[in-house]
């Protein structure tokens, strides 16, 4: 299903409210959540309305999508510094139902492995949170990456250090490598919401409404799961004909 919305923060008040209605629902609902620009009102507004309804989060478990290969928990463009600062550090969360790969694990494959696993464990994800990145990457999954991966290490392409050298002070500091969930991790959620804001995704998402399910768009997946939703805003949009906007995702 694809939801047009008129700005980032209806965008966000939708998302939020979706987020709400599942916790209230299912209060130990485990949630796969994701970071970057588009993420920052959603968190605003998630953290606004949990705070205003008195929400109980304290039998939540998340695990997000991504982190960058040699960044600390410290470091203010890790992803963890990220969640702490956006949602994790705003409501009353404890360090036990905050999942994230670690950037500085030693052994790469065994962190991988078990990552996968303690999703599996949580009893999988209810509701997976995604953006897209402008070459269709979902989580840190680049162009080619096999639909059935699990929890990897990713070399990041050019195009992906481009568009995230923006929250660092100069390229040399944009990580070349990243641990992301893998596909098959991703598509194991019972349901999916990607999330799509600005002019500057619009030509993305048309690639997408283009492309049948390949592995060279990461995110044409989705075309194969059940329940996902796209919420976008009229900029993104602004590229699909109005038929796409009457057919599934
Ligand atoms: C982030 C992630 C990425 C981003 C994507 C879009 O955890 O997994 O796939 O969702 O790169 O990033 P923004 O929102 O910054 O355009």
Redesign the pocket.
Known sequence: MFLVLPDPQAVAAYVSNHLIQLIQKKPTAVLG???????EPVYQQFVQQVSALQLDVAQLHSF???EYVGLSQAHPQS?NYYMHQHLFNLLPFTEAQLHLPDGLASDWQAECQQYSTRIQQAGGLDLQL?????NG????NEPGTPFDSRTHVVELLER?RQ??GRFFSSMDEVPCHAL?MGIQDILEAKEILLVVT?EH?AQTMLNYFQSPASEDMPATVLKQHSNVRIVMDNAAASLLPETALHQAA
């Open positions: 959540l994701a970071t970057g620009g588009t993420m997000n999508l991504d992803y995604l953006g897209i990145g402008s990457h979902i989580g840190f992906t568009d995230n992301t600005g995704k």
